[in-house]
């Protein structure tokens, strides 16, 4: 059975030094040599799990920035157009969408369509669309008649910056224009009408 070393990746690189110093002076006996060489392997061993530990963890987290990076940009450029007087409304909608969240949610619909197999850039809609929703939802917890809470992520919710009108139908616009966006995916129609279908079913 294997033995956990119980020691920092720092305390090891500093023994192993001490033992190649031991070994390089030739001072030591035969017998306390191969124990050296035996405590050097198992902690090159466990330096070696101990860097590959950190470069798996700095290559998923580069991953989730690029990932949070174009899905910030491409919810901003998924808005629609202000008309017909409905400009308050469209800037709500980008307000609550900018302020702050780690985009989990569409980094993991991404990631799941990269693991089936798919091209997560054609994902790109439907992991905004997801977004959409889950931000509609947390403008109108803060409302008033729900949670009544006054910040979400250290800044002014919703209806505190634009009135609770414009805040009711910033999230009701930004949950119908997550479907509009979703039905514009690089998929295939069959794709997208079974995806909508769950969507609609579980938003």
Excluded at 21 to 28: C, F, I, P, R, T
Excluded at 72 to 86: I, M, R, S, T
Excluded at 139 to 145: A, E, K, S, T
Aim: glycine share 6%; with cysteine; proline share 2%.
């Amino acid at each position: 059975m294997k033995k956990e070393l119980n020691i920092s990746y720092e305390s090891a690189i500093e023994r192993l030094e001490e033992i190649v110093d031991k070994l390089a002076s030739g001072s030591v006996s035969l017998e306390e040599s191969l124990k050296l060489y035996e405590e050097g392997t198992r902690l090159t061993a466990y330096c070696n799990e101990k860097i590959g530990i950190i470069m798996y963890s700095a290559d998923v987290k580069r991953k989730i920035n690029d990932y949070a990076d174009m899905i910030n940009e491409k919810l901003v450029d998924y808005l629609p157009e202000a008309n017909d007087g409905q400009r308050d409304v469209v800037r709500a909608m980008k307000y609550s969408l900018t302020n702050g969240g780690k985009r989990l949610r569409p980094i993991l619909v991404l990631e799941f369509c990269k693991a089936c197999g798919g091209d997560s850039v054609n994902a790109v809609a439907f992991a905004c669309a997801i977004e959409y929703i889950h931000t509609y939802s947390l403008i109108h917890d803060d409302l008033p008649c729900m949670d009544d809470d006054d910040m979400r992520r250290g800044n002014p919710s919703c209806h505190k910056m634009f009135g609770e009108a414009t805040a009711l139908l910033a999230g009701d616009a930004l949950l119908t224009h997550a479907f509009d966006v979703a039905c514009d995916a690089n998929l295939a129609p069959e794709q997208i009408n079974s995806a909508l279908s769950l969507l609609s079913q579980n938003a």
